[in-house]
């Protein structure tokens, strides 16, 4: 009877075992799944958000924050020019300027969208030191626009409509948005009829 009771002591001490070794193994899985879940939000190149972090992060933006769209001016130049190892040193350099902000996010290729508190505006340029050692100073054209709290879409729009009116005055501009002069009326497109149609094609 002595041996039975430790025969099933031991099995209960191999079982508590086992236990633990899933517990810790369970612990370990949740780690590298909470940070392929972090890293599928990050933009890998520079560690910045990307857009699915940027619509996660935008749940936390506050009314006193503003909205800005930067786009680098004359990138596609210095990738022709000095090649694509060149282009992704400025990137990360312009990316290492923007990490303080409460969200700082590269969109893809040479554009960037920050949020918070900027009474100074954003960034607009950067000394940037090329593989190379040829050294290069970035500037970014701005739009900036007044958060909408639970409306990321529209606030982008705006940030990108005035920025497109900076892009028209000239590089390295900024432009706050101002709804009479960058929301411009959608014209319906004009009805085709079948007669004209049939016509075009003669």
Not at 163 to 183: E, I, N, Q, S, V
Request: glycine share 8%; with cysteine.
């Amino acid at each position: 009877m002595n041996a039975a009771r430790l025969v099933r002591r031991s099995e209960v001490a191999t079982l508590r075992a086992q236990l633990a070794t899933l517990r810790q193994q369970n612990r370990e899985l949740v780690g590298l799944l909470q940070e392929a879940e972090r890293q599928s939000r990050r933009d890998p190149l520079t560690g910045l958000l990307n857009r699915a972090g940027l619509a996660d992060a935008f749940g936390f933006a506050q009314t006193s924050y503003v909205l800005a769209m930067l786009d680098l001016d004359g990138f596609k130049e210095i990738n022709d020019e000095f090649g694509h190892a060149a282009g992704d040193a400025v990137l990360k350099a312009v990316a290492d300027s923007l990490h303080d902000f409460p969200m700082a996010t590269r969109m893809g290729g040479d554009e960037f969208v920050l949020a918070g508190r900027m009474p100074g505006g954003p960034p607009q340029y950067w000394p940037v030191q090329l593989p190379g050692g040829e050294l290069i100073c970035v500037h970014a054209t701005v739009g900036l626009a007044p958060v909408v709290i639970g409306d990321l879409a529209l606030t982008l729009r705006q940030a990108d409509a005035a920025m497109y009116r900076a892009k028209k005055f000239a590089p390295g501009a900024l432009a706050t948005y101002d709804p009479d002069l960058d929301d411009k009326p959608v014209r319906p497109r004009p009805r085709v009829r079948l007669r004209d149609q049939r016509e075009a094609r003669r």
